[in-house]
């Protein structure tokens, strides 16, 4: 795959950590269901699985290396000669593949989970390059732990596995410490101390513990990243992983900060929200930025005039191009009488301006016992107090 001057890579790993969440998993069908929406979404890698890991998720890599062609679909592998091996037997169908391999590099993830010395773990990952190459032209290798470990460290084995071959070296932030400015920092770094950097793609995978998944890919974006690994929903371990409906729109609404642009068809995004929602049964959080069900939903009586008037004046994104029908007029407590107004115009319906002034007030009262209104409830509050409403 050719990367443009300025494309940032989407890599989804939805499949792959975002099945990681507690109770996400997902049936090898659904899988295969989802893996095409992400094509059809625009992503340019589908993290599929780790096949060594189950027989149910090599029969997923397989069944979707066989069948999505187009995106590189890819498989993770520990620094495990059978996780290789099996990754490469998956994929072996794949029309574009890549194998993902990691090792921790952290101090205490050598120690006390690897119980590896730091120049073991540096031949382990050089060793396993070399296994990879193989069967693979293109190889990602993740430093796990990387926001953890020693910078210098970092780059002593990222410059050892660009030598010996991989073409993409990611930086996780595992467990979601970092922060902005220091992730930021410490791309920079590597961007300019790692041998060989300049020949391969520099990619960011972060996690959400810390709430600043995305604003962490953001700024690493600003120092040299150009790929980014992201969930729909930002599902995946823990607290999940950096959401890419809210990195690509980022990315496009902030055009003027960034420069950089991605492949994705951004209306594919509420669909593709929608069938993570469904196939996982995590439920999407009302104001989830982007795809929540209140993203674009307006109830207050100030918003919902300027709004009528030019959207631009509270919407910083257009609903249709992340696939909503146009904005949500919510009534409720907050909303005026321009609201009601443009609910009547919605369903057809003609009233003088006293009959809407009093439907205003009806339908404030009654909003002082509720949460929210619905069509029903506005018709029923029209039958009792509009007498010409029977007419309309
Ligand atoms: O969070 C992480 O470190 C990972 C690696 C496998 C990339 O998911
Ligand atoms: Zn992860």
């Known amino acids: 795959m050719k990367q443009q001057p300025n494309q940032i890579l989407i890599f989804d ?6 099945e990681q969440s507690p109770g996400a998993s997902m049936t090898i069908d659904e899988k295969v269901m989802l893996a095409h929406q992400l094509k059809r979404l625009g992503v340019n890698i589908i993290e599929a699985g780790f096949p060594v890991i189950s027989e149910g998720d090599f029969e997923a890599v397989s069944r979707i290396a066989k069948s999505v062609k187009g995106p590189i679909i890819c498989g993770l592998a520990r620094c495990v000669e059978k996780d290789i091996t099996a990754a490469a037997k998956a994929l072996e169908e794949a029309e574009n593949k890549r194998i993902h391999i990691f090792i921790a590099t952290s101090k205490i993830h050598m120690q006390h989970k690897l119980k590896m010395e730091p120049d073991e773990v540096i031949q382990r990952a050089v060793a396993s390059v070399k296994q990879a190459k193989m069967h693979f032209d ?3 290798f993740s430093a796990e732990d990387a926001t953890r470990s020693d910078p210098e460290f970092l780059i002593k084995i990222f410059s050892a596995v660009i030598e010996a071959g991989v073409t993409t070296i990611n930086v996780p932030d595992t467990v979601g410490y970092t922060m902005p400015d220091e ?5 920079n770094r590597l961007n300019r101390e790692v041998k060989g950097i300049e020949n391969v793609v520099i990619s960011v995978h972060c996690h959400n513990d810390l709430g600043v998944a995305t604003a962490n890919s953001l700024a690493a974006i600003k120092n040299g990243a150009r790929q980014v690994e992201c969930t729909i929903n930002g599902i995946g371990e823990r607290s999940g992983n950096a959401a890419l409906e809210e990195i690509v729109m980022g990315l496009k609404t902030r055009h003027d900060l960034y420069k950089e642009f991605t492949s994705i068809e951004t209306k594919e995004l509420l669909n593709s929200s929608r069938m993570v929602s469904q196939i996982t049964s995590i439920q999407v959080q009302y104001n989830k930025a982007i795809v929540g069900k209140n993203a ?10 300027g709004i009528i008037a030019n959207p631009e004046t509270y919407e910083i994104m257009r609903p249709e191009d992340v696939g909503f029908n146009g904005n949500d007029m919510v009534i409720g407590k907050h909303s005026g009488k321009h609201a009601i107004k443009q609910w009547l ?5 003609k009233l003088s301006d006293n009959e809407i002034s009093h439907l205003s007030q009806q339908v404030k009262s009654f909003s002082d016992s509720r949460k929210v209104i619905s069509d029903a409830d506005i018709f029923k509050i029209l039958s009792k107090t509009n007498t010409n409403y029977a007419k309309i």
């Open 296 to 305: 674009f939903a307006h109830e207050s009586g100030i918003h919902q005039h």
């Open 183 to 187: 992730y930021a920092e410490l791309i």
């Open 13 to 18: 790993t939805t499949l792959r950590d975002g």
């Open 138 to 140: 293109d190889i990602e």
């Open 345 to 349: 115009v919605n369903n057809k319906i």
